[in-house]
């Protein structure tokens, strides 16, 4: 005698468009949707993402050949600009190193080399060798260094200013060292702009 056996209701399901969401009752095994027009609306939900997907590999693709491309310099420069932008976030506190105008001075900051790049490349991305200054001083009175060296010494000590100026070192920075720089000293920026936000709030 065989028994019969119950076959169980499909359980309800949420539409799987997501314009839609509503709940219906499956009529075939894998039916994923409500109606064949919310079926049409996934098709271009997907369609959609794979677009966007491309679109993302191919700027993906594109950045990866363009830091392929980049010369030691490129990467000495990038190092360069967020180092400024570093040091500039550290003394944002304050006043110009080559003059008397006031951390609340409302013109543009400047990160100034005490040995220039020029002069001294070595010393570049040398910590103690750059401080704030006015653009004034910095752009156009070039460091207006007869004031920057005393008050430098104020600032970090005669010992070491001297040893800025004797340093003649050959220094070759090259460019995994410029890349680990730029990755230090923009997380470091980021988290002094925190600080300096949170202490102004």
């Not at 004031?147 to 005669?158: D, F, N, W």
Request: glycine share 4%.
């Amino acid at each position: 005698m065989r028994v019969a056996i119950e076959k169980k209701a499909p359980k309800p399901k949420a539409c799987k468009n997501p314009a839609c969401r509503g709940s219906f009752v499956p009529q075939r095994l894998g039916q994923a949707v409500c109606s064949p027009k919310c079926a049409l609306a996934t098709v271009e939900v997907q369609k959609a993402k794979e677009k966007k997907s491309l679109a993302l590999a191919g700027r993906r693709d594109i950045k990866v050949r363009k830091e392929a491309l980049k010369t030691r310099a490129d990467h000495a420069k990038e190092a360069q600009m967020v180092m400024n932008r570093y040091v500039r976030l550290r003394d944002a506190h304050l006043g110009c190193i080559s003059c008397d105008k006031p951390a609340s001075w409302g013109g543009q900051w400047h990160c100034s080399h005490f040995r220039s790049v020029g002069a001294a490349a070595h010393l570049r991305f040398n910590l103690w060798n750059m401080n704030k200054s006015c653009s004034q001083c910095n752009a156009h009175l070039s460091g207006n260094i007869m004031v920057y060296r005393p008050r430098l010494v104020e600032k970090i000590g005669a010992e070491k200013v001297a040893w800025l100026e004797c340093n003649h070192d050959l220094v070759r920075h090259e460019i995994p060292y410029l890349k680990r720089l730029k990755a230090v000293f923009t997380k470091k920026a980021k988290r002094l702009e925190a600080r300096i936000q949170c202490n102004a709030a």
